[in-house]
């Protein structure tokens, strides 16, 4: 279980007023992704070991991605008129970095909130979730990796998992609705929405890459160059 510490961005922690540098806001990202990973962390937990402990976990993690989030909203415009070119395009990533991350964390205490209301889920269905988290962890690690050192590597890797995230999705929502007794059970209706939850944080790590792989490369992986058609 990872637990969460009060830190800078702890209560009261971040500062209000003054020049924030793009440094900073820069290191506030990257704590987000790891912020992120921890609840992703947690939620495993919770799959395989009931904890009450990792659940409030999560929950922290999730408040403090809101914190960094509205921090960054309100710093990053006068910051980024401080800066190059080039600095700039990175403080653009941040922004869109914490969105993407801010979203993954309501998404796991989602997930988190429904294991808690439920009774323990089939041992199959369990496996299936834990799996998709697992790769989600790894997608977060390599995320923070990848933004520290604008590693390619890191980015191309993460856009490749999103492709097992999706698989082991799919494959749930098969066996729930090829079985006609489970698509009338309300626990199979829980499980697909916790599985949709996990597919969907997957999605935003995966723009998570796509954003690292425009910032590494100079254009935008989402929307590639129309072709100009020769005359």
């Known amino acids: 279980m990872q637990a969460r510490k009060n830190g800078d961005l702890g209560r009261g922690g971040l500062r209000a007023k003054g020049y924030t540098s793009h440094t900073e806001l820069t290191k506030m990202t990257l704590k987000a992704c790891l912020i992120a990973r921890d609840a992703v ?8 070991t009931p904890s009450r402990i990792a659940f409030l976990a999560i929950r922290d993690c999730e408040k403090e991605l809101d914190q960094i989030e509205r921090y960054i909203d309100e710093h990053l415009p006068d910051a980024i008129t401080q800066v190059s070119e080039l600095e700039a395009r990175k403080l653009l990533a941040c922004l869109k970095f914490i969105t993407d991350l801010e979203r993954i964390g309501d998404l796991v205490l989602g997930v988190a909130q429904r294991l808690q209301s439920r009774r323990s889920l089939p041992q199959r269905d369990t496996d299936g979730l834990a799996q998709m988290a697992a790769v989600l962890y790894e997608m977060l690690e390599r995320i923070h990796a990848g933004f520290a050192s604008l590693d390619l590597e890191s980015a191309t890797r993460v856009l490749r998992a999103d492709a097992e995230v999706d698989r082991i999705c799919h494959a749930l929502f098969r066996k729930h609705l090829a079985d006609s007794s489970a ?11 916790m599985a949709q939850a996990l597919e969907r944080a997957g999605d935003h790590a995966k723009n998570l890459a796509e954003e690292l792989l425009g910032l590494i490369e100079g254009h935008t992986a989402r929307h590639p160059p129309k072709r100009i058609p020769t005359l």
């Open 41 to 48: 962390s947690n939620m495993r937990e919770l799959f395989t």
């Open 183 to 193: 698509r009338r059970s309300p626990l199979s209706f829980e499980v697909l929405l």
